[in-house]
């Protein structure tokens, strides 16, 4: 259900390994909140975007184009902890949640840039003591032999505690069947997330078919993510407001002709496109390599003395866009 977030609790390719990426979050001493007032609360839930760190948390939220549900979200978790440290300060139980994640969606649709957003968040609001998120994936994890996987996977969540495990096309974890080490990665997993409750964040990733497959391949899956999100694919008029705020944080700008001729071309390609639509990853390549193609332009028209000024310099025209959509599919 695309723009929907769903809580749930209770009971019910392989690809090249490759380095693993880990952001280091600089530590915070935890929120620390005051008693308000009976006569205050009404105007609190429209006080506290305001100000502190959610204040900060909205500014890198508000720069995503659309997610509307995941914001509300991120406010949904914030003035919960919120409210349960005021609850603790009067004296009432204030049981801690579990917050593991299952994000579906396709390529380019957001899911490690909130993933960042949340480590960097649950950190700053004392929920995760370093706030650091690892990126991972099936290679990662999966040993060549008996007992490697799961070293390897304890071995990664040891490194994550404090922070956020991010396994992304997770799925892939479940592709062999019962004589794959992806099996013995999940079971680690599912023993970890008991043992080292609250002290990590385990967050999994990629299509949402293939994703409600996996979360049914062990039976204690489902009911250890209560938060699942869906992140639905951009609009076009979403993606050229990607475009247009790509463009602009490396110093360009798109004619109204090139943004025209964009869009045309994005309605084609969602529509007629063999593949998965990468979303906001295929608007990255088209912006790049237009640059490159405009790069070419420039250093052809301006091949003698004089040089390009610095307006001509910024700006992509309708030529500097090559959009043949099989060429394109490429990228």
Known sequence: ?????????????????????????????????QSIPDADLQSTAKAIPQQGVFA?????LDQLIGLHHIKDLMYEIYALLQITEMRSEAGLLSNPQVYHMVFKGNPGTGKTTVARIVAKMFQRLGVLSKGHLIEVERADLVGEYIGHTAQKTRDLVKKALGGILFIDEAYSLARGGEKDFGKEAIDTLVKAME????????ILAGYSDEMDFFLQCNPGMPSRFPIVIDFPDY???QLIQISEGMAKERDYILMPQAILKLKQHLLREKCEGEHAFSNARYVRNVIERSIRSQAVRLLTQFSGSSSPGKLELMTLRQEDLKLDLKEERRL
């Open 56 to 60: 900060e948390i909205q500014k890198e």
């Open 195 to 202: 043992d080292q409750k609250n002290q990590f964040i385990l």
């Open 1 to 33: 259900m695309p723009g929907h977030v769903m809580a749930r609790s209770g009971s019910s390719e392989e690809r090249p390994s490759r380095q693993i990426n880990v952001i280091l979050r600089n530590p915070e001493q935890p929120v620390v909140t």
């Open 235 to 237: 609009t076009v008029d």
